[in-house]
């Protein structure tokens, strides 16, 4: 009851916003992109297709905002701005002639009805898969929140090889493009790990649909680098080091072998560096032990903005999952990696994930600067 009286609430403010700003998204083409996994690469490639193709086009991701030509800092585990703020950029780009605007958005924010105003000429679905139970509480309710912006929206864009594509299709109100058909141009064109052949089909179906060329959006991809922390090589000399952002068990279960497969071929071991948000959803924590233990030679567990939750429970539900006994728990982080880097022999690869571009780690009630980059940095003395 009290979350409806709240959803209520962000109603009426987006409404407000909206009117006040004059409802700016009818000013403008607007693609949502939203999905458990993915959806901030998704984000990114479209903008960086468009602005290939000399279109004029602003974009709201996790990483950071582009609007009308500067950029802004959406603040510390921020996807989608707050509904005041939303029309706000949208009205900026469209005082500026932007033709697209590309914004990223959870599934709280769609659920809270905070983008109650803007309407989508394109909506996308990149997955959906376990994340964030400890606010929807079922996995249904969850596929519900995402589906609002597909009514949300003209066209909607989703994943047919998706557990969630049989409820999507029957239950949305739109004519619905699957973008497994374009996978095999991205296959064929790009070699890439299976997640990003997702995301990069869904990016060239969007731009598709906007009536740009094969040429013209193949051309781009090729361009194209894939945004802060996201699959990101930080060190390559005897052994490798990447960042990446994925924290749900899908996502592990995506990355960690194509890892394997790109770059221990010829034998190394895996070590993977990872937490689990607190004050989070909880029951994700087992499958995410369960997944890395899977791919992993090695695992370190460690903090991962644990706010006020114990760190040792944490930890304690995610070693519930791992079906060895190859890990070991180091409370710091910093300690963390520098225990991974320490480790790693010739042809071994350390895999730091949870955190990726995030400027910040939260522990108990304070947010403490922090950089993923910074801390490979110090451990290699670089």
Same mark, same amino acid.
Request: proline share 2%.
């Given at each position: 009851?009290?979350?409806?009286?709240?959803?209520?609430?962000?109603?009426?403010?987006?409404?407000?916003?909206?009117?006040?700003?004059?409802?700016?998204?009818?000013?403008?083409?607007?693609?949502?992109?939203?999905?458990?996994?993915?959806?901030?690469?998704?984000?990114?490639?479209?903008?960086? !297709?468009?602005?290939?193709?000399?279109?004029?086009?602003?974009?709201?991701?996790?990483?950071?905002?582009?609007?009308?030509?500067?950029?802004?800092?959406?603040?510390?585990?921020?996807? &989608?701005?707050?509904?005041?703020?939303?029309?706000?950029?949208?009205?900026?780009?469209?005082?500026?002639?932007?033709?697209?605007?590309?914004?990223?958005?959870?599934?709280?924010?769609?659920?809270?009805?905070?983008?109650?105003?803007?309407?989508?000429? !394109?909506?996308? !679905?990149?997955?959906?898969?376990?994340?964030?139970?400890?606010?929807?509480?079922?996995?249904?309710?969850?596929?519900?929140?995402?589906?609002?912006?597909?009514?949300?929206?003209?066209?909607?864009?989703?994943?047919?090889?998706?557990?969630?594509?049989?409820?999507?299709?029957?239950?949305?109100?739109?004519?619905?493009?699957?973008?497994?058909?374009?996978?095999? &141009?991205?296959?064929?064109?790009?070699?890439?790990?299976?997640?990003?052949?997702?995301?990069?089909?869904?990016?060239?179906?969007?731009?598709?649909?906007?009536?740009?060329?094969?040429?013209?959006?193949?051309?781009?991809?090729?361009?194209?680098?894939?945004?802060?922390?996201?699959?990101?090589?930080?060190?390559?000399?005897?052994?490798?080091?990447?960042?990446?952002?994925?924290?749900?068990?899908?996502?592990?279960a995506s990355l960690l072998p194509e890892l394997r497969r790109l770059y221990l071929d010829k034998g190394g071991k895996l070590i993977h560096v990872f937490g689990s948000a607190g004050?989070?959803?909880?029951?994700?924590?087992?499958?995410?032990?369960?997944?890395?233990?899977?791919?992993?030679?090695?695992?370190?567990?460690?903090?991962?903005?644990?706010?006020?939750?114990?760190?040792?429970?944490?930890?304690?539900?995610?070693?519930?999952?791992?079906?060895?006994?190859?890990?070991?728990i180091v409370n710091r982080r910093e300690q963390a990696i520098n225990k991974a880097i320490e480790m790693a022999k010739k042809g071994d690869l350390?895999?730091?994930?949870?955190?990726?571009?995030?400027?910040?780690?939260?522990?108990?009630?304070?947010?403490?600067?922090?950089?993923?980059?910074?801390?490979?940095?110090?451990?290699?003395?670089?």
């Open positions: 009851m009290f979350q409806k009286i709240k959803n209520i609430y962000h109603l009426i403010r987006a409404f407000l916003a909206n009117l006040y700003y004059g409802f700016p998204s009818r000013r403008i083409k607007m693609i949502g992109v939203t999905g458990t996994d993915g959806k901030t690469t998704t984000t990114h490639l479209i903008y960086h !297709i468009l602005k290939h193709a000399d279109k004029k086009v602003s974009m709201i991701s996790t990483v950071y905002a582009l609007v009308a030509g500067h950029e802004y800092d959406t603040g510390f585990h921020v996807t &989608t701005p707050d509904a005041i703020l939303i029309p706000k950029y949208i009205r900026m780009a469209a005082d500026q002639k932007d033709e697209y605007f590309i914004l990223e958005t959870t599934s709280h924010r769609l659920d809270q009805n905070q983008l109650f105003g803007t309407k989508f000429e !394109i909506g996308v !679905i990149t997955n959906i898969t376990h994340e964030h139970l400890d606010y929807h509480r079922t996995y249904e309710d969850y596929v519900r929140s995402k589906e609002k912006l597909l009514g949300m929206s003209k066209i909607g864009i989703i994943n047919k090889d998706n557990e969630s594509y049989k409820y999507l299709s029957q239950n949305s109100k739109l004519k619905s493009q699957n973008y497994i058909s374009n996978l095999k &141009t991205v296959e064929k064109t790009f070699n890439l790990p299976k997640f990003n052949q997702y995301n990069y089909a869904a990016a060239y179906t969007v731009c598709r649909q906007l009536g740009l060329s094969d040429r013209e959006i193949l051309g781009a991809i090729k361009t194209f680098n894939l945004p802060k922390g996201r699959l990101e090589v930080v060190y390559d000399r005897d052994f490798k080091v990447i960042i990446d952002f994925a924290h749900t068990p899908n996502a592990f004050l989070r959803d909880k029951t994700k924590r087992p499958l995410m032990g369960e997944a890395s233990s899977k791919y992993s030679d090695y695992i370190i567990l460690t903090e991962e903005d644990y706010r006020t939750e114990r760190l040792e429970d944490i930890c304690g539900q995610i070693t519930s999952g791992i079906e060895n006994n190859r890990y070991k350390v895999v730091i994930t949870g955190k990726g571009h995030e400027k910040s780690l939260c522990r108990g009630k304070i947010e403490y600067p922090w950089s993923e980059h910074e801390a490979v940095k110090k451990a290699l003395n670089l």
